[in-house]
């Protein structure tokens, strides 16, 4: 089971850190349901290709600790931390999918523009879904 679900978290970081990686070299700008705008239309940030690098390499890591958690890949002595890893990486995407009350996440108040409505169908609850399922992962025994 624990085997399954950190290969799953995995696969679903390394998906979000490519997609990160197209947006550094494509622009986040360029897809306009990609950032919270707000109700005039204006971008809310507009981040550059550094900081969807810096997302990218953020998620890759995500990944790799769900991975060292089973013991899949060297852990270079992260194993013993894995499961605090696990649960911070899971307060955060928690926090993401509650958001900041204005432009993201279950209390969002702008609703009219293409990122909210993306936003209500995917961005949040797949943040909801890993908050879940890391916690998940980081309560089950190594394999």
């Given at each position: 089971?624990?085997l399954?679900?950190?290969?799953?978290?995995?696969?679903?970081?390394?998906?979000?850190?490519?997609?990160?990686?197209?947006?550094?070299f494509?622009?986040?700008?360029?897809?306009?349901?990609?950032?919270?705008?707000?109700?005039?239309?204006?971008?809310?940030?507009?981040?550059?290709?550094?900081?969807?690098?810096?997302?990218?390499?953020?998620?890759?890591?995500?990944?790799?600790?769900?991975?060292?958690?089973?013991?899949?890949?060297?852990?270079?002595?992260?194993?013993?931390?894995?499961?605090?890893?696990?649960?911070?990486?899971?307060?955060?995407?928690?926090?993401?999918?509650?958001?900041?009350?204005?432009?993201?996440?279950?209390?969002?108040?702008?609703?009219?523009?293409?990122?909210?409505?993306?936003?209500?169908?995917?961005?949040?609850?797949?943040?909801?879904?890993l908050?879940?399922?890391?916690?998940?992962l980081?309560?089950?025994?190594?394999?």
């Amino acid at each position: 089971m624990s085997l399954g679900l950190a290969y799953l978290l995995a696969t679903v970081f390394a998906v979000l850190a490519l997609w990160h990686i197209r947006w550094a070299f494509n622009g986040a700008h360029t897809d306009s349901a990609t950032i919270p705008k707000r109700s005039d239309g204006t971008p809310v940030i507009s981040p550059g290709p550094f900081a969807c690098l810096v997302v990218a390499a953020g998620l890759a890591g995500f990944g790799y600790v769900c991975l060292a958690h089973v013991l899949v890949v060297p852990s270079f002595g992260l194993h013993s931390y894995s499961k605090i890893l696990l649960l911070a990486i899971g307060a955060v995407f928690l926090a993401r999918g509650i958001g900041d009350f204005r432009y993201v996440g279950l209390f969002r108040r702008v609703a009219g523009t293409d990122f909210a409505r993306l936003d209500r169908r995917l961005f949040t609850p797949l943040c909801l879904a890993l908050s879940l399922l890391l916690g998940l992962l980081a309560f089950r025994a190594a394999q």
